[in-house]
């Protein structure tokens, strides 16, 4: 038989006395004031960071008293809750670097979980503004293996994408397997100097592969933003990254069942036209020049602006119509199709369509790039990745040719084939196969070889050169409707607009289909 316990025996603890109004107040202005900004004087601080994003007056802050009994931790490094930008609610997560470098731990995870759980059912846009040194090792059991740890983040942002926007601001490190919060959102901002992405310190990679390196050049915001793509603009100064933040948010709409805002049309930026497209195939220009004169002043914001330039994206306004903007660049490789543009076009294709946002392609594309060296890069992979998200998006898509558009160059760019609803072409446009030139040499290349006088090999080629531009000429693309239309370059701006307008009943196919399986 059991014994029963002494009860009388055993030692009493007494509690500590119940917290008074006085130490909430205390608690809750420790809480707010977060730990020493002295110690980072080149930052702005997390809540003057908040000030610049949302509208006077609007935040409101949930769990500030997170780990309130250690005075150490003031809200747990994080700030999370709702305010508005331009009237429109907003959730957000933002690191504090005065706790603990904004390292997360059980509590820290638990906030920003909740923030994405009420993002999620209320389909609320989500803004990150981080600065964190990462998981929290004297912690390491509350952030790392379970249900509600660092994992449940990540799957709320996966989860939510494509459903709402998300857009990140990084102000500081962001380490480890924290770098994957800024890898799920649709765009990165980062700040020069400060901002950084890495899985492992150079510390760290020293001891695992022997490299020595710098956080610039491993994981800083131009290593990002130029080399590995995962930036998409680096800015000098805090502020300037979310006031750009909040300027992209007027482009997208709250969430994917809805259109993005119209705002009011302005008119272009430059009207002058003439010489603008070189007829020559072979020489550059900045289709920018072109953008400019194509949308509204002002309006063109440019998304990965200083990675694989030969292609540019960017939302824009046309007559206050939000678009997305697909363009081949020739001032850079001669606007060729490279591993790292199909996969920058793909992810703003895939960008536009999630968010009801118009594609406009303007084609001036010799085709995809050619050599060993991109054929070992996978460029038929990556050049699939970027078809597969065109011919998948269910926006409306809209092709200008603007000069050369040849080969699976032309296919990428949005041919007739994938259903754009209109294909458009100045009158300087060739499309084919490849460019006239080219084409003799290939197709007669053994009896160019077999003619022994030049000048009589110069006007053979020159000959055979009329008869295939005669077979890819821009009446015979009308004439086989190939085009749609040929347009003079200052009707371009009003003869999309009025396509837009057609289109304005557009609406998604009903239910979801089963995905395609993309070439990654």
Not at 44 to 66: K, Q
Not at 207 to 216: A, H, N, W
């Amino acid at each position: 038989m059991t014994a029963e316990p002494d009860l009388a025996a055993a030692p009493v603890e007494v509690p500590d006395a119940a917290p008074s109004a006085d130490d909430v107040v205390r608690a809750t202005e420790r809480a707010r004031a977060g730990g020493d900004p002295a110690r980072w004087p080149d930052k702005l601080p997390v809540r003057d960071r908040l000030a610049v994003l949302f509208d006077p007056g609007s935040f409101v802050e949930d769990g500030l008293l997170a780990t309130a009994m250690d005075a150490g931790l003031p809200a747990d490094g994080v700030i999370t809750g709702v305010g508005r930008v331009e009237g429109r609610p907003v959730a957000v997560i933002a690191h504090d670097f005065t706790v603990k470098a904004g390292s997360w731990g059980e509590l820290t995870c638990e906030k920003q979980v909740r923030i994405l759980e009420r993002a999620d059912r209320d389909l609320l846009p989500v803004v990150y503004l981080v600065d964190s040194a990462g998981g929290r090792l004297t912690d390491q059991m509350g952030f790392f293996p379970g249900r509600r740890g660092a994992s449940a983040i990540f799957q709320m942002q996966v989860k939510l994408s494509g459903r709402v926007p998300q857009l990140c601001c990084l102000h500081g490190p962001s380490a480890a397997g924290g770098a994957y919060m800024p890898a799920f959102c649709d765009w990165v901002g980062m700040v020069d100097g400060n901002a950084s992405m890495y899985l492992a310190s150079p510390r760290v990679a020293e001891k695992v592969t022997g490299e020595r390196t710098t956080l610039e050049e491993m994981g800083g915001a131009m290593m990002h933003a130029t080399v590995s793509g995962c930036g998409d603009e680096v800015f000098d100064e805090d502020w300037e990254a979310i006031a750009a933040a909040r300027l992209l948010l007027s482009y997208l709409p709250n969430d994917f069942r809805s259109p993005p805002a119209a705002a009011p049309s302005r008119e272009p930026e430059r009207e002058d036209w003439a010489g603008l497209v070189p007829e020559d195939p072979n020489t550059a220009y900045d289709v920018r020049t072109v953008i400019d004169r194509l949308v509204d002043e002002g309006t063109f914001f440019e998304i990965k602006a200083r990675w694989a330039e030969e292609m540019v994206t960017g939302f824009a306004r046309l007559d206050g119509r939000v678009i997305g903007i697909v363009a081949n660049q020739p001032a850079v490789r001669s606007g060729a199709i490279f591993v790292d543009s199909a996969d920058k076009a793909a992810r703003f294709i895939s960008l536009c369509d999630a968010f009801n946002v118009p594609l406009v392609f303007l084609q001036d594309v010799p085709g995809f790039m050619v050599g060993v060296e991109v054929e070992r890069q996978g460029i038929i992979r990556h050049g699939a990745k970027m078809i597969v998200a065109m011919a998948s998006a269910e926006v409306p898509k809209y092709t200008v040719v603007l000069r050369k558009a040849y080969a699976a160059g032309f296919y990428a760019m949005c041919a007739p084939g994938f259903e754009p609803r209109a294909t458009l072409a100045l009158p300087t446009a060739t499309i084919g196969p490849m460019g006239a030139e080219a084409s003799v040499n290939a197709v007669y290349a053994n009896k160019i070889a077999a003619i022994s006088d030049p000048a009589e090999r110069a006007e053979f080629v020159a000959a055979r050169t009329v008869e295939q531009q005669a077979d890819i000429n821009l009446l015979r693309m009308g004439s086989d409707l190939v085009v749609d239309a040929v347009v003079e370059p200052e009707r371009l701006r009003a003869e999309l607009s009025a396509r837009m307008v057609d289109a304005d009943r557009w609406t998604r196919t009903p239910g979801r289909r089963h995905h395609p399986v993309s070439p990654v």
